[in-house]
């Protein structure tokens, strides 16, 4: 176990609706990263936080936004969910020093089903 | 735009049988390439390759890094069931960002 740790697991919303998932960092890492795991895909980055701050976005809309906490503990927030959005979603944690960003630990996912 | 292409898209073997994965990847700015194993949910990590650590091992498994060629092998020797999963390879670019690529899946036969 990586000691990053996601929820809920499992979501079912309907289109339209805003979703809030949230990610707990492993102990010590103060860098939070967002991907989307669509079936038969690998992950895509959504963005990055590192101390609260964003640090980093892939191609994903406007709609798509989070935060980062103190603690680093963070959330993605989605708003006006579509069919599309259906994926899993990963948080993984890691520790960004002076020489670069460590590897990066995955939680298990909160798993987004839109109906 | 990074890519990162991995091959074969999917590998059957039987116990026993070494195979070998493969990731190729045009990025800019590289700074390193990582591997993961995916089971149910959440990958894990396996090796991450530097220009300073271009050959990684860890029991049965492992792997090198070819920045001429940029492109990554990794290997698996003696076959286990629980060696079925999906492996992932990873490049992080500079802005700390990491693009996957698409996934191979290994089944072992017993």
């Known amino acids: 176990e990586t000691g990053v740790t996601q929820s809920p697991t499992h979501l079912i919303k309907t289109r339209g609706q805003q979703v809030t998932l949230r990610c707990s960092s492993q102990s010590g890492h103060n860098t939070v990263s967002w991907y989307q795991q669509a079936l038969g895909q690998g992950p895509q980055f959504i963005f990055q936080y590192y101390r609260e701050e964003e640090n980093g976005r892939g191609n994903f809309p406007p709609r798509f936004s989070g935060l980062q906490f103190p603690n680093y503990s963070s959330e993605l927030n989605v708003n006006a969910l579509e069919l599309d959005d259906s994926a899993l979603y990963l948080c993984?944690?890691?520790?960004?020093?002076?020489?670069?960003?460590?590897?990066?630990?995955f939680g298990p996912g909160t798993r987004l089903t839109v109906t | 735009e990074d890519k990162v292409v991995q091959s074969p898209l999917s590998l059957v073997v039987h116990e026993g049988d070494t195979v070998t994965l493969n990731c190729s990847y045009e990025v800019t700015n590289f700074r390193s390439l990582l591997w993961y194993k995916q089971e149910k949910k959440a990958p894990t990590f396996l090796f991450m390759l530097t220009s300073s650590g271009i050959e990684k091992k860890s029991g049965r498994l492992s792997s090198i890094l070819d920045k001429k060629e940029l492109s990554s092998i990794l290997n698996i020797t003696a076959t286990q069931t629980g060696d079925s999963a999906i492996y992932l390879c990873?490049?992080?670019?500079?802005?700390?960002?990491?693009?996957f690529g698409k996934g191979i899946t290994l089944s072992v036969r017993p």
């Open positions: 993984a944690s890691s520790s960004t020093t002076l020489a670069g960003l460590r590897e990066q630990y």
């Open positions: 990873a490049v992080e670019a500079k802005g700390s960002k990491l693009t």
